[in-house]
């Protein structure tokens, strides 16, 4: 009977035990075929089609990153209706050029501090050092220049730049000194290795007054202060993909700067009457009954404008004129009217 129930024992270990195996074959079967299945879309997720690079290039830069949908309060609510992202913020890997005052130093220092302070320079302090963190985001990114100053000055070949503060004339204003000194070390504490992870890897960004065609296309991360931040979709815009290599500051940032471009007129436009209204001045007031000029033809008045020489004589016939006691008409015809008009 003790014989029976040892078998019998030890029976039901060798059937668990094979049981077991199975379950462990079957979970490493498994494990292996959701992997195989899984691999091509990782793959995809790792690759981003020429194509569609392209396409989201085109559509963040020249004057297709300048169209709106909407500006004030409607863009306000466009804006706050496109749910931001929930997927977790990578923060960006540091950045760190190497002290001294070499020329590439003080170049880059002089070309993110002006970033800071006319994209956020009275913003909240996170809200200026995640501007910095865009541009160096950018020179990071297959999709923009590999340098501080490339990035802040880039325009893609069109008269649209980058940052509207190179266009805009905004640095042509003499700045805020302390707001100036508080970008540069922004400026500085970013090229020193500073992160500002509230951003990630987010390459874009606007005011929140305004809602770009472009924002649906990329993902929304984050909103400091007035603006809002978006990074590339996909594994485009995740930590992995920046990997472009700082090639030093090869430009003088006052060469970067571009020349004052003004829009040629519509079509519809006579181009002959936009430059007499563009250097027409401002307007000249004017009397309810007045003909449209500074001197009334239709009252007989004329214009004489004596030659430098004459002037002394000019003005001695008006003094004697104005001197000269006025002789009534006689038989009722008019008395001769003349005016001498000088400038």
Not at 4 to 18: G, N, S
Not at 255 to 266: F, I, Q
Not at 290 to 311: F, H, R, Y
Request: glycine content about 6%; overall charge positive.
């Amino acid at each position: 009977m003790s014989w029976l129930h040892a078998h019998r024992h030890d029976f039901a270990v060798r059937r668990w035990a094979i049981m077991l195996v199975a379950l462990i074959a079957a979970a490493s079967l498994f494990a292996i075929g959701a992997t195989s299945l899984l691999r091509p879309s990782i793959a995809r997720a790792e690759m981003v089609a020429p194509e569609r690079a392209a396409a989201l290039v085109a559509a963040t830069s020249g004057d297709q990153a300048t169209q709106v949908q909407a500006m004030g309060a409607k863009a306000e609510l466009i804006n706050a209706a496109m749910p931001f992202s929930a997927a977790p913020i990578q923060a960006a890997r540091a950045f760190i050029l190497p002290a001294g005052e070499t020329l590439d130093q003080r170049r880059a220092v002089l070309c993110l501090t002006q970033a800071v302070y006319y994209e956020a320079g009275f913003e909240p302090i996170d809200g200026r050092r995640a501007v910095a963190q865009v541009v160096l985001n950018r020179m990071r990114h297959p999709a923009f220049p590999k340098s501080v100053c490339g990035v802040v000055y880039q325009r893609n070949a069109t008269p649209v730049c980058q940052f509207s503060f190179v266009c805009d004339g905004s640095l042509d204003r003499r700045p805020e000194a302390a707001a100036w000194k508080v970008a540069e070390a922004v400026a500085r504490a970013a090229l020193a290795g500073h992160v500002e992870q509230s951003v990630g890897s987010a390459t874009h960004y606007h005011a929140d007054y305004v809602a770009p065609r472009w924002a649906p296309l990329l993902t929304k991360i984050t909103k400091l202060g007035a603006h809002i931040f978006y990074r590339w979709p996909g594994a485009w815009g995740q930590v992995a993909a920046f990997n472009g290599r700082y090639i030093g500051e090869p430009r003088d940032p006052l060469s970067l700067r571009p020349a004052m471009w003004v829009k040629p007129p519509s079509s519809a436009i006579d181009p002959d009457a936009a430059a007499v209204a563009l250097n027409a001045g401002p307007p000249i007031a004017r009397a309810a009954n007045d003909v449209g000029g500074l001197l009334d033809t239709s009252k007989g008045w004329t214009l004489n404008i004596p030659l430098p020489g004459e002037a002394g004589a000019a003005s001695k016939a008006i003094a004697e004129q104005q001197a000269r006691p006025v002789i009534a008409p006689q038989n009722g015809a008019p008395a001769a009217t003349r005016v001498i008009a000088s400038r």
